[in-house]
């Protein structure tokens, strides 16, 4: 299973078999802060754990079918306040905290990496969007804000062509 992850609180979750066929997609789950949003860690938990309950070789860690997750990697931005950022880095380290407790390989990759595969260097978000729907028309993307989702597919996406040239 490749899984593939946008993080933060406009985030998803995307899951692929090792053949490339999308399993589905999911936002990434949040719960309230304050007046703020964060990321739910007790049910991103959750959503992991339920696709990875149904992978028969999730522990033979001989198996060639390991999990792998490839999260977007990322980090401060000028201009972001300090709580905001604080709240983001704690939603990414969560997200890194269940996968390492689940036992699933995390390939970092760079926004600029996946991208440059997707044709996507220069272009605006909605674009993401709109070749997500084309690669992948079963997954419903028809909100502006299922960015977020096409950018977890486009990221698993991308996973898994890595793991089918072993990189």
């Keep these: 299973m490749i899984i593939g992850i946008d ?4 985030g998803a979750i995307s899951f692929f078999d090792n053949d490339g066929e999308l399993l589905g997609v999911e936002d990434m789950p949040t719960k309230p802060l304050g007046g703020k949003r964060q990321v739910d860690s007790e049910m991103f938990c959750k959503i992991i754990d339920a696709r990875l309950i149904n992978l028969d070789t999730y522990f033979d860690p001989f198996c060639s079918y390991w999990p ?10 000028p201009g972001q306040g ?10 990414y380290g969560a997200v890194q905290g269940v996968l390492a407790s689940r036992e699933v390989d995390v390939v970092l990759v760079t926004p600029q990496a996946w991208k440059k595969y997707h044709g996507l260097i220069g272009k605006d978000k909605d674009s993401a969007r709109l070749l997500a729907q084309r690669l992948y028309p079963q997954a419903s993307l028809s909100r502006k804000k299922d960015i977020g989702r096409a950018d977890a597919m486009l990221i698993g996406d991308y996973g898994v062509q890595q793991q089918r040239i072993g990189a």
Excluded: C, Q, W
């Design 68 to 77: 792998v997750a490839y999260l977007e990697k990322v980090h401060a931005m």
């Design 82 to 91: 300090v709580v905001s950022m604080f709240n983001f880095g704690m939603g």
């Design 7 to 10: 993080p933060g609180i406009t």
